[in-house]
């Protein structure tokens, strides 16, 4: 969520930055700068009524104490009407900061000076490209085939037991899953990650404090009964074990990993891009997440990008990195970075990984603050980044390992699977 104070004081900058997302953010600025100064008069009315209020009791006493009874009940009535007065005026007060908190709600963050102008993935820049010789034999096939023929995911099974994305993970392709993971995870460790096994489900207010709510609601299992709802990421509950703290200036960084399902219901999503592993509701991930000072988060955005980039070249896989422009980045983002493999079978790039800086987009909504040297209050900077996203990867993984007589494991895994040939 931006704050008001810079709407106040970097209007252009926040302006320059959404007009990168496609949206006149004027008449909404506009409109919360004038609720706003109405909410300032209107406390100031009711801090100087209740100030009156405190003034008029005291003298109340000293006209009771003088035996001037007449005096004091007239200003008693005085007193009552103030207080009917300043119940007007604190009730208009909730009704602004409801309305000024709605309008906020609606604006996605401004993108940083060095996210590029776009409207779609097309426009975004390819910063980095990591080329990996991949030899197919002349019956290569892609990953829902592999899968099929080596009987290592089930789709059709899952679309009985739930529905369609919902994959049954079986033997040696169960076993390559959760290597993955394991991998995954102690390369987080090595990185200075404290491993977190968070909640899968979390309440209103956590998904409010890191943007998916009320924003996408839509994309979001929801409980109806409990008012629970579905993670689709593990930033979400990883994020949010600091609502609500204040942290010191040497608490930083912050660093935390954690492995969880993740439950998506990819509304409006079909066709060839949906195949197999390609887009699914349930799906595996491994999250790290960091809480950094200002000052610092855009380099540590870097060092988590580089983090990503060491997990695909350990598996030898071609990838590329992408800045994303401002009109596909994510609504809490202040620039992303995505990672993407390249699927030598079905002879496309796949996005596993998305690396964001929200710079203090969501740790204003969650109040996520510090002291600085000085004393100073101030709101901390939330990164996150998929490090990896498992489908697309095991995707990738065995289209481009495939060999006439089967599927290579990459030799960083041995250790992990205990086969090195499927």
């Known amino acids: ?3 008001i104070s810079n709407i106040r004081d970097q209007r252009e900058r926040i302006i320059t930055g959404l007009k990168k997302r496609g949206i006149d953010a004027n008449p909404t600025l506009d409109a919360i700068i004038k609720l ?9 009315v009711v801090d100087n009524t209740l100030a009156e209020i405190n003034r008029l009791s005291k003298e109340i006493g000293k006209l009771m104490q003088a035996g001037d009874r007449q005096g004091g009940d007239n200003m008693k009535h005085l007193v009552a009407e103030l207080k009917e007065n300043s119940k007007d005026k604190e009730s208009r007060q909730v009704e602004l900061e409801s309305e000024i908190k709605t309008l906020l709600y609606t604006l996605p963050n401004a993108p940083a000076e060095l996210v590029p102008n776009g409207r779609s993935a097309e426009e975004n820049i390819n910063i980095h490209e990591k080329k990996v010789e991949v030899t197919l034999p002349s019956n290569a096939q892609p990953h829902w085939e592999l899968t099929k023929k080596y009987d290592l995911i089930d789709f059709e099974l899952g679309v009985k037991i739930t529905g369609a994305g919902f994959p049954v993970y079986k033997g040696k392709g169960a076993k390559l899953q959760r290597a ?18 968070p ?30 709802y579905l993670i689709p990421t593990a930033e979400v509950p990883i994020t949010n074990l600091y609502r609500d703290v204040i942290l010191k200036e040497d608490d930083f960084p912050v660093k935390m990993a954690g492995y969880t399902p993740c439950f998506r219901r990819e509304a409006g ?3 060839k891009d949906v195949r197999g592993l390609n ?27 580089d983090h990503v980039k060491g997990l695909l070249d350990k598996l030898n896989l071609p990838y590329r990195v992408l800045r994303l422009c401002g009109g596909d980045m994510g609504f809490a983002s202040a620039i992303t970075y995505d990672l993407e493999v390249w699927s030598a079978a079905q002879e496309k790039w796949l996005e596993v990984s998305s690396v964001s800086n929200f710079e203090t987009f969501q740790a204003n909504r969650l109040k996520l603050r510090f002291k600085d040297a000085s004393g100073k209050m101030r709101l901390a900077h ?27 494991i990459p030799e960083v895994l041995h250790a992990y699977t205990r086969f090195t040939h499927i």
Request: charged share 25%.
């Open 1 to 3: 969520m931006l704050e």
């Open 36 to 44: 706003d100064d109405e909410r300032k008069a209107n406390q100031n």
């Open 180 to 197: 993955l993971i394991q991998f995954f995870l102690d390369e987080a460790e090595k990185a200075g990650y404290l491993e977190i096994i």
């Open 199 to 228: 909640p899968l489900m979390v309440n209103e207010d956590s998904g409010i404090g890191t943007g998916q709510l009320p924003d996408k609601e839509g994309q979001m299992y929801h409980s109806t009964i409990d008012n629970l």
């Open 269 to 271: 999503s079909y066709g």
């Open 279 to 305: 887009r699914l509701h349930q799906f595996d991930k491994v999250e790290i997440v960091q809480l950094e000072h200002p000052d610092r988060s855009m380099a540590t955005l870097d060092t988590m990008v």
């Open 382 to 408: 939330t990164l996150n980044g998929s490090a990896l996203a498992l489908p697309r990867i095991l995707a990738a993984l065995l289209e481009n390992n495939q060999t006439e007589n089967g599927i290579n």
